[in-house]
């Protein structure tokens, strides 16, 4: 764990994506202008339809 972070949520991706997520790890800061890191991590949840319990997501 990061020192400044109590929890953690990860994710896999294939190998046929890495290029994609490499491009999304390098354009992070203008992606994240465009759409808020909260709302991108519920979308996901909610799009791979992870359970998850509202109250403890954020905290």
Do not use: C, I
């Amino acid at each position: 764990m990061f020192g400044w972070q109590e929890g953690f949520g990860a994710f896999t991706v294939s190998v046929s994506q890495k290029d994609r997520v490499a491009r999304y790890v390098r354009d992070q800061v203008d992606h994240h202008a465009r759409e808020a890191f909260a709302d991108e991590y519920l979308r996901l949840l909610n799009k791979h339809e992870v359970e998850y319990d509202p109250r403890y997501v954020w905290d």
